[in-house]
């Protein structure tokens, strides 16, 4: 799509958006005519009403368990080459232990999805670029494969593909010469699902993990965040990840 | 005068050399002297072949992918008529030994080749029908070879 088109659908979203507020404000207090679904129609485009993000709970990852990362792999077909150094890994699970007191924990990181995406302001291509509703990911029809955003992410999030691949999944396109990371299973959430680690996590009774919609105050996940005490990893960065971790 | 005979050669040049291209697209279906085309597991309607007539999808189909494509990626638009996905849940087939892309028999291949066309959408994607766990929780795994009845209903002469 030209960029003149993409123009005029914002300007079009923009006014459709104003026009909706003001009916909004019109019916009674606290009663909205736009409702976020969760499963979006498949012919509607993503808007910024909705910021997906994450809540991982460190106290209930177990050590040793590694579901989530299981989860990703299958989901996305990421098979490995005997190359741990630069096998492709969405999600992984670290360790940190205190030397002080030796207690040991376990968290998956994956893409934190920021606001601010390092990764986006580096891109020389516009490959790598932020959705509307905060997923972050990669157009590999555009990526070139120069790799800055993985120099610029600061988790570590991004992995190049070096071998030819066969047998993708139809919904997970991936390629060598480029580079990808964690999409929140943006086929998935676009199909009203959870993203494929959460669904591991929670189908094997850990609920370690919840996945939803930051600007839905009443989502599980808002919910959560604003009864518990969470952390960004690096917030010092001012990044506005759209992974919180508690725990940590 | 050779400007005359100019027009003549020209004139009568221009069967020879239309001729058998039109009649190789004409008889492509029958694998006569064009490309080998595998036909298609289905309908798009009862009155249509494909998601546009024929003749459109032969000469634009790249039109529609590309557009769909950018509107999928950014805009996460995932409507399924012009989807290259369900291109190939069409067009090839699911059985372990169907031809991969890299073959003539591929649908996508044997007009690449005979138009000597590169193409490389498949180094990242599927190049043919692949069930999965998320596939089959939305449904959208309905590959046309599990529907027999609706090709023996309306007739299976597309491609």
Known sequence: ?248 | MIKYSLIILIFGLLPGVYTPAMAADASAEENASGPFIPKAQRRYSATQDCVEPTDEMRSNHMKYILDQRDATVHEGVRTRQYSLVECINCHVSDAADAPRVDSEKHFCNSCHTYTGVSIDCFQCHADRPVKSRFLSLTGSDSHPARQPQELANEGAGNE
């Open chain 1, 1 to 248: 799509m030209s960029k003149e088109s993409n123009i005029d659908i914002y300007r079009r979203r923009f006014l459709s958006g104003s026009a909706a507020t003001a009916a909004g404000l019109a019916v009674a207090p606290g009663v909205l005519l736009t409702e976020v679904a969760q499963a979006k129609p498949a012919d509607a485009v993503v808007t910024s009403d909705v910021r997906w993000g994450m809540l991982i709970d460190t106290n209930k990852c177990n050590n040793g368990c590694d579901d989530c990362v299981t989860a990703c792999n299958e989901e996305h077909n990421l098979e490995g080459f005997g190359r741990p150094s630069t096998d492709a890994q969405w999600i992984r699970k670290v360790t940190l232990k205190d030397k002080q007191t030796g207690y040991v924990q376990t968290l998956p990181v994956l893409c934190q999805h920021c606001e601010h995406p390092p990764c986006v302001d580096v891109c020389p291509t516009g490959a790598s670029f932020k959705r509307a509703d905060g997923i972050v990911l990669v157009d590999k029809h555009i990526c070139i494969g120069c790799r800055y955003c993985m120099m610029a992410c600061p988790y570590k999030a991004r992995s190049f593909i070096h071998e030819s691949l066969q047998d993708q999944m139809p919904y997970s396109p991936r390629g060598k010469g480029t580079v990808e990371s964690c999409t929140f299973c943006v086929h998935r959430v676009d199909a009203g699902m959870t993203p494929a680690c959460v669904e591991a996590c929670t189908a094997e009774n850990h609920n370690a993990m919840t996945f939803g919609d930051m600007n839905d105050p009443d989502s599980e996940l808002s919910l959560q965040l604003k009864q518990h005490n969470s952390r960004q990893i690096r917030a010092d960065l001012g990044l506005n990840t759209g992974v919180h971790y508690r725990g940590i």
